[in-house]
T-cell receptor
Framework: ETGVTQTPRHLVMGMTNKKSLKCEQHLGHNAMYWYKQSAKKPLELMFVYSLEERVENNSVPSRFSPECPNSSHLFLHLHTLQPEDSALYLC?????????????FGDGTRLSIL | DAKTTQPTSMDCAEGRAANLPCNHSTISGNEYVYWYRQIHSQGPQYIIHGLKNNETNEMASLIITEDRKSSTLILPHATLRDTAVYYCIVRESSGGGADGLTFGKGTHLIIQP
């Protein structure tokens, strides 16, 4: 148990569907992150939220839309995805403002696009 | 691109110490070395981090060379559950700001029974 919970664990969707991934952290952290891990590729940073404001968008296509309603919750809204978007989507959180605190990851949502 | 170089894979016998090397020859003075591991079908797990002194916790030890251009993660008594991909990451001191991690391909450590 890492203190970061992601739901659902697995998701299969068609290219025309709209779905959302959810992340909740129980660690009292003030920063949250979305990463993408495609098969045979390193983890790639997608979005960074600090104090509920987006501070980094790593050239992610607009079909991915993040939302951070409060410091404990992070969503990734998906629409009109492509087959190459099939991947493991990982959420992480950290406490920023105290130097060098590590990020803690959830176990991810395995997304398959038909 | 990742700022670290790690071997693609390593084997280690169960019960022995596993020593995982990492080269980070371009590391700057305010960059820390972090180690994470990822067991199949799970998210990355934080192990340890350090700046220039050697560090030890309940999971592992981190040995950083004096010139800080390389480091070694040591799992003192490897078990089958330590089989995972191990990532060495350098990260600038955040100074209080949120900053993402840059992952490379890591080392796939296989613990042999």
């Amino acid at each position: 148990e890492t203190g970061v919970t992601q739901t659902p664990r697995h998701l299969v969707m068609g290219m025309t569907n709209k779905k959302s991934l959810k992340c909740e952290q129980h660690l009292g952290h003030n920063a949250m992150y979305w990463y993408k891990q495609s098969a045979k590729k390193p983890l790639e940073l997608m979005f960074v939220y600090s104090l509920e404001e987006r501070v980094e968008n790593n050239s992610v296509p607009s079909r991915f839309s993040p939302e951070c309603p409060n410091s404990s919750h992070l969503f990734l809204h998906l629409h009109t995805l492509q087959p190459e978007d099939s991947a493991l989507y990982l959420c992480a959180s950290s406490q920023e403002g105290r130097d060098n605190q590590p990020q803690h990851f959830g176990d991810g949502t395995r997304l398959s696009i038909l | 691109d990742a700022k670290t170089t790690q071997p693609t894979s390593m084997d280690c016998a169960e019960g022995r110490a596993a020593n995982l090397p990492c080269n980070h020859s371009t590391i700057s003075g305010n960059e820390y070395v972090y180690w994470y591991r990822q067991i199949h079908s799970q998210g990355p797990q934080y192990i340890i981090h350090g700046l220039k002194n050697n560090e030890t916790n309940e999971m592992a030890s981190l040995i950083i060379t004096e010139d800080r251009k390389s480091s070694t993660l040591i799992l003192p008594h490897a078990t089958l559950r330590d089989t995972a991909v191990y990532y060495c990451i350098v990260r600038e001191s955040s100074g209080g700001g949120a900053d993402g991690l840059t992952f490379g391909k890591g080392t796939h450590l296989i613990i042999q029974p």
